[in-house]
C-alpha cells in the first residue's frame, strides 16, 4: 500500500531520475555506440502532488 499524506492512498509513485547519454563517434562523425547512464535517481513521490509517499505492508494481502 502506498500513502501520500497529502492525497491519500495512491496506486502509482514516480521517481525523477538524471540520466546522461555517451555517444562514440567514427572519424566521419557517425554514431557507433551510444551508453545512457543513470547518474542519480530521486525519492518515491506521489504523482498527483509531488510530495514524498510511504510503503506499508498491505494487511489485506497476507490474510489471504
Not at 6 to 22: F, P
Request: with cysteine; charged share 35%.
Amino acid at each position: 500500500m502506498i500513502i501520500c499524506r497529502n492525497c491519500g492512498r495512491v496506486d502509482t509513485y514516480k521517481i525523477r531520475q538524471t540520466v546522461a547519454r555517451e555517444i562514440i563517434l567514427s572519424e566521419g562523425g557517425m554514431p557507433q555506440d551510444i551508453k545512457v547512464i543513470s547518474t542519480g535517481s530521486g525519492e518515491p513521490r506521489c504523482p498527483k502532488c509531488g510530495r514524498l509517499v510511504k510503503f506499508f505492508k498491505d494487511e489485506e494481502s497476507e490474510d489471504k
